[in-house]
């Protein structure tokens, strides 16, 4: 997963401001670090992104984002 996905699913999940509130300070314990942190330190933005999700128990159906026909 790209960095641009990653911060695109987290606005399309949590909307702008939440999300980048999350990826600059929710501690992620399975990982050690805040979202912002691991990925700077190498972890794999999707690696990062399904334990926010598992975190805040968002819903299969979501884990995805938005559709957005023709992308």
Avoid at 14 to 36: M, Y
Avoid at 49 to 55: A, G, S, V
Wanted: hydrophobic fraction near 30%.
């Amino acid at each position: 997963m790209r960095l641009t996905d990653f911060h695109q699913l987290m606005s399309d999940v949590f909307g702008p401001q939440q999300g980048n509130w999350i990826a600059h300070t929710h501690h992620l314990p399975k990982l050690g670090g805040t979202p912002e942190e691991l990925i700077d330190g190498g972890v794999n933005p999707s690696r990062v992104w399904d334990e926010i999700c598992e975190d805040f128990d968002v819903p299969d159906n979501q884990r995805l984002g938005i559709d957005r026909p023709g992308f």
